[in-house]
C-alpha cells in the first residue's frame, strides 16, 4: 500500500508510538523540540488536502491521543500542530504528515506569533 522510497510508507512496528485504524504517530527523525512527533496516514497520501474525511478525521484523534502521551511523559507548556503543504510551504517528503510539537517556557525568549514564523517578518504583529 505504500510508495516505493517513500520514509513514511510501511513503518517499522518498533517506529509506532500510537497508532489507530487509518493514521500512526512517530517521533520525527529531526525534532524541533523533545517529544516531537509526526501523525501519519497509512495510506500514501501527498497532501492534507487529498486526505478522506475519514483520515482527517482519524487524524484529528491521534493529535488527541498524541498530547495526552506526551502530557504525561514530557509536560510540556504548550505545542505547535503544523502541516506543511507543498514544496513552496516547506513540505519535503510528499506524504502527509501533522508535526505535534510540544513548546517549553523559555524555549525561545520569545514566541508570539507561533506558526506565524514560518514567514519571519510576518511573526509578529
Not at 9 to 23: F, R, T
Not at 89 to 110: K, W
Amino acid at each position: 500500500m505504500g510508495d516505493i522510497g517513500c520514509p513514511f510508507c510501511n513503518p517499522a512496528e518498533e517506529e509506532i508510538v500510537l497508532a489507530n485504524d487509518l493514521c500512526y504517530a512517530r517521533y520525527d527523525k529531526y525534532p524541533v523540540s523533545p517529544g516531537h512527533l509526526l501523525l501519519i496516514p497509512f495510506r500514501h497520501v501527498p497532501t492534507l488536502f487529498d486526505a478522506t474525511d475519514a483520515e482527517l478525521a482519524a487524524l484529528l484523534a491521534l493529535i488527541r491521543e498524541a498530547k495526552t502521551l506526551l502530557d504525561g511523559r514530557l509536560h510540556p507548556d504548550g505545542y505547535n500542530v503544523g502541516v506543511n503543504v507543498g514544496k513552496a510551504a516547506g513540505q519535503t517528503v510528499m506524504h502527509l504528515h501533522v508535526h505535534l510539537i510540544p513548546r517549553y517556557a523559555g524555549d525561545v525568549a520569545d514566541p508570539r506569533g507561533g506558526v506565524r514564523g514560518a514567514i519571519p517578518e510576518k511573526r509578529k504583529y
